[in-house]
T-cell receptor
Framework: AQSVTQLGSHVSVSEGALVLLRCNYS??????LFWYVQYPNQGLQLLLK??????LVKGINGFEAEFKKSETSFHLTKPSAHMSDAAEYFC???????????FGTGTRLQVFP | DAGVIQSPRHEVTEMGQEVTLRCKLI?????LFWYRQTMMRGLELLIY????????DSGMPEDRFSAKMPNASFSTLKIQPSEPRDSAVYFC????????????FGPGTRLTVL
């Protein structure tokens, strides 16, 4: 069965610092890959997704992620953190031929002034 | 577009009572997903529908849980009887029925079973 591993349940950065949230998937066939963000007391919303084509994907709010097949990774980055980025971030995979999303356990990002 | 609408936003009930959670899909979407989120278990897919037909209900915890789509735009998740361990935030999400399509989440229903 496909699975998603997010390393680090909590990540803390200073405002202006680089944000790096890690995601690895297990699959012999690369699935479709997603990053969602959840702000407090809200539902999840899509940040970005990789389906085909360019492996560097740009999303909303200055985030981007790179699909690396050789490393089975889809890490999320942002060059400069903002206080408003504080939230929980979920990596998810959608196995081919299914509409399901399999979510990781989430990484809570804290941003300090 | 109003997005995915869930009601109620908060529900407090006593053990043994029936609970019904409601979800209205985004117009034009034909896939519907019910999730449960807890601190211990994270975000779990309970069941999903495509064109009103249940496709995968392997995540439904037990027979106390049931979900229906009486029409293309509306779904209910029922828990009968409810138990304290059912306390969680329940989300529904809708999408177009392709695996590359974005799932749009509702704001969730926070359920507390006393």
């Amino acid at each position: 069965a496909q699975s998603v591993t997010q390393l680090g349940s909590h990540v803390s950065v200073s405002e202006g610092a680089l944000v790096l949230l890690r995601c690895n998937y297990s699959s012999s066939v690369p699935p479709y890959l997603f990053w969602y963000v959840q702000y407090p007391n809200q539902g999840l919303q899509l940040l970005l997704k990789y389906t085909t084509g360019a492996t560097l994907v740009k999303g909303i709010n200055g985030f981007e992620a790179e699909f690396k097949k050789s490393e089975t990774s889809f890490h999320l980055t942002k060059p400069s953190a903002h206080m408003s980025d504080a939230a929980e971030y979920f990596c998810a995979v959608s196995p081919l031929n299914t509409d399901k999303l399999i979510f990781g356990t989430g990484t809570r990002l804290q941003v300090f002034p | 577009d109003a997005g995915v609408i869930q009601s109620p936003r908060h529900e407090v009930t006593e053990m043994g009572q029936e609970v019904t959670l409601r979800c209205k899909l985004i117009s034009g979407h034909n896939s519907l997903f019910w999730y449960r989120q807890t601190m211990m278990r994270g975000l779990e897919l309970l069941i999903y529908f495509n064109n009103n037909v249940p496709i995968d209900d392997s995540g439904m915890p037990e027979d106390r849980f049931s979900a229906k789509m009486p029409n293309a735009s509306f779904s209910t998740l029922k828990i009968q009887p409810s138990e304290p361990r059912d306390s969680a935030v329940y989300f529904c999400a809708s999408s177009l029925s392709r695996s590359t399509d974005t799932q749009y989440f509702g704001p969730g229903t926070r359920l507390t079973v006393l």
